[in-house]
């Protein structure tokens, strides 16, 4: 899969973060992660260092901050269920213009939105710095079961070509003039989830066999060897240790 296949949230660039080796940025953004997530809720300063710590990263790969703000648009579930738990969770309450919420809730409701916006923003930034065969090259790197490597490579291969596919048939449905418009509709859109999921496995099938032709045996060539050097992973170290040192405060202070 070549640079024309790039995903939606990738942003060419030279920036050093686009020059780490994709397993380095992975391990760096799942330590971050998992340091931010270890963090007491209490300590409300804490998340607004790991917030610096992840604009100085988007700085320096000269990612724009309302690329980020518009990336940021995924977690809006995560915002509703968050917004609804001061109403929900049981315990002391509080008041606040006028309307009773639960304090547990409320802590409950900072600690979803903050370390779920700051995953997400972490997530964004390393999807905007390396492109998905990049990803796939560093989960093997790091040692990934290759299986998964394997169906989420065919995953991202294939799920343009049967994005493609439902666009054709959905053209074949206006030019006969259909159009969904109610309830009624629902089985037609229902035969054409069918047909899409026959056309699908057949392709997969296809698409096998051609492998299984060409000497597929359950694993797949390593085209690319990604390494890195104690430079590189001293770079993308940064990142998490900066955010461990920011967590054991956020526990002692």
């Keep these: 899969m070549g640079a024309g296949h790039a995903h939606k949230l990738y942003r060419h660039g030279h920036s050093p973060v686009h020059a780490l080796p994709p397993h380095c ?18 300590a409300v300063w804490a998340f607004a260092l790991y917030a610096v710590l992840l604009a100085g990263v988007a700085a320096v790969a000269r990612i724009r901050p309302g690329f980020l703000l518009k990336r940021l ?5 995560f915002v509703a269920f968050a917004l609804l738990m001061p109403f929900v969770v049981p315990g002391e309450q509080t008041e606040l213009f006028g309307v009773h919420l639960s304090v547990p809730g409320l802590w409950g409701a900072w600690n979803v939105l ?20 990049s990803l796939l090259l560093g989960l093997q790197r790091l040692r ?4 998964l490597v394997q169906i989420a490579s065919f995953m991202i291969r294939y799920g343009d070509v049967i994005t493609d596919e439902l666009r054709r048939m959905s053209i074949a449905r206006r030019s006969r003039g259909f159009e969904a418009r109610g309830v009624r509709h629902w089985g037609a859109l229902a035969k054409t989830a069918g047909a899409l999921f026959i056309r699908s496995y057949e392709r997969g099938e296809r698409v096998h066999l051609a492998m299984v032709s060409r000497g597929y045996t359950g694993t797949m060539p390593v085209i690319d060897e990604v390494t890195a050097s104690r430079t590189q992973w001293a770079h993308a170290a940064a990142l998490p240790v900066l955010a461990l040192v920011v967590c054991l405060l956020g526990w002692t202070v």
């Design 114 to 133: 903050a370390k779920g916006t700051l995953g997400v923003a972490a997530s964004v930034i390393l999807a905007s710095t390396t492109e998905l065969r």
């Design 73 to 77: 648009v995924i977690e809006v579930p």
């Design 25 to 42: 940025k992975l391990a760096a953004v799942l330590c971050f992660v998992v340091a931010v997530v270890s963090t007491p809720r209490e």
């Design 144 to 147: 990934l079961p290759p299986l």
